[in-house]
């Protein structure tokens, strides 16, 4: 047995995991609150405390702010690159030294199957790695301004950064953006979502071992009201990275413009995948199926529409949901094909869109009930859910579910794919299946997102930008242009002669 499946045995039996950090991360250590509260954390696949986490305040925040000012000032943003990079490789070194742990922690505290964890904390290292590499790569331009004038640009670290981080991706998101913000020269103050606080305190003591001086990484733990609010409005805060929803991601650009902070919003999605008549058959079922059911559909980028040619629509939607009804689901750590939804509140909201769908006539080809995990009887689960038949107009086409749940559009044609995979609010991402690759570009130019995959969904990785359109947000993470989001740009002219 391996030693992430060993100790998620042992934090079954035992119902907590040994070892998981108490306070906040603030100036190279663990502190506690300045009011002395704690919170408790709930392991999704069973409903149940499994440990608490500190329950921090504007005061804490204030706390990290300053530690991430000093430095900022004093130590980081003069550190040559070469050492900054010297410092994230050996991150990335130690994040996959502790993969076992960190895996199981983030199983354990998101409810993700443990498979998909130990990919997460992989590619969290990975993208240290990217960065290691980019931070002595980030060059500036010269302009041809005459014979007697010299022009020429640099790249400058912002300041300080704020993160807030959802519960969805803890460890992957907290990654791609503090990983290319410290390769700038910026110094962090993250906030993790209060369901998910562990792997983000874990990381920062990791940062600390790998050589990070103190007070560079800082994390936070608590509610978007008592911590996120007084992050964002803190004027001290040079720049806001913010992924989750709409809504607060609204209330972040209100708080930003304050004090004209810069913004990286990364918000919700309503991804269409579109699947042509000539595709791989087995291609596209495979990808459709990954694209909703990853992380119980709580993917920003879920594929969580299918838009299909009415000439396979029954056969294809027919063998999808014999393969849907064939999942497995438990608790994650057992690794099962589909683990539990982060919340009872969250559960609830999925289980309102789909009797919602269901009292408007929607056909559900299969699923759509709350259940619990087989084994245990315990648990918040959602059943993997395909949806025929809503109109486009329905909310649950129209809407973000952020759970496993599919929707199907049938399109007469291409043209009317592109026509329905466009019509929607957000434009995070899409995908396309097809064997025509003219006719895969020509809608890879014309649907309105942030990034297309074609023939494999979520294809890529750190090296390709990330980023939505419309209510999908704006700015990019990932890839060189994620780390010049950490950047400002200073123009020189000099006059020579």
């Known amino acids: 047995m391996s030693s992430a499946k060993s100790l998620a045995a042992e934090v079954l039996r035992s119902g907590s995991m040994r070892g998981l950090p108490e306070g906040h991360f603030i100036d190279g250590g663990f502190t506690k609150p300045a009011h002395n509260r704690t919170m408790e954390s709930f392991d999704p696949g069973r409903g149940e405390v499994f440990a608490s986490f500190a329950a921090g305040n504007a005061d804490d925040v204030n706390d990290a702010v300053e530690s991430a000012r000093t430095a900022f000032e004093k130590v980081w943003r003069d550190t040559p690159q070469v050492e900054r990079a010297r410092i994230l490789r050996r991150a990335s070194d130690l994040i996959l030294e502790n993969l076992d742990r960190l895996a199981v922690a983030e199983s354990l505290d998101s409810g993700k199957p443990l498979q998909e964890a130990l990919g997460d904390v992989r590619g969290a290292s990975r993208t240290f790695e990217y960065y290691a590499g980019a931070c002595d790569k980030l060059q500036g331009d010269s302009f041809p301004i005459g014979p007697d004038y010299m022009g020429y640009s640099i790249h400058e670290p912002v300041g300080v950064t704020a993160h807030i981080i959802p519960w969805n991706f803890p460890i992957s998101t907290i990654a791609r953006g503090i990983a290319p913000a410290l390769a700038a020269g910026c110094s962090v103050v993250a906030k993790p979502a209060e369901q998910t606080p562990f792997t983000a305190l874990l990381l920062a003591e990791l940062l600390v071992k790998a050589g990070l001086p103190a007070g560079v990484c800082n994390v936070v733990t608590g509610t978007g009201a008592d911590v996120g609010a007084p992050l964002t409005h803190h004027p001290q805060v040079d720049h806001i990275t913010f992924t989750g929803s709409v809504q607060t991601g609204r209330a972040v650009m209100k708080a930003a413009a304050d004090d004209i902070t810069r913004v990286v919003l990364e918000l919700g999605g309503k991804s269409p995948v579109v699947v042509l008549k000539d595709c791989d058959r087995e291609q596209a079922l495979a990808g459709v199926m990954g694209a909703i059911f990853e992380n119980a559909g709580q993917i920003c980028s879920a594929g969580s529409r299918l838009v299909i040619e009415r000439a396979i629509h029954a056969e294809f939607v027919k063998e999808l949901v014999a393969r849907t009804k ?172």
């Open 326 to 497: 064939r999942l497995k689901l438990g608790h994650g750590l057992r690794e099962p094909d589909l683990g539990p939804v982060n919340s009872a509140q969250h559960l609830e909201k999925i289980a309102g869109f789909v009797e919602r769908a269901r009292a408007a006539g929607a056909d559900i080809a299969t699923g759509g009930s709350v259940t619990s995990d087989p084994e245990t009887g315990k648990g918040w689960f959602f059943e993997p859910t395909i949806i025929d038949g809503a109109a486009p107009s329905d909310e649950v086409v129209q809407e973000e579910i952020f759970g496993p749940v599919l929707t199907v559009q049938v399109a007469d044609d291409a043209d009317h794919a592109l026509e329905l995979a466009n019509d929607c609010q957000y434009g995070l991402v899409a995908g396309i299946y097809t064997r025509d690759f003219s006719k895969a570009h020509q809608l890879a130019r014309k649907i309105d997102a942030g990034q297309i995959y074609i023939n494999e969904y979520f294809a890529g990785g750190i090296e390709v930008p990330f980023g939505g359109n419309k209510k999908s947000g704006f700015g990019r993470e990932k890839g060189i242009e994620g780390l010049r989001s950490y950047c400002k740009t200073k123009s020189v002219a000099a006059k020579i002669s």
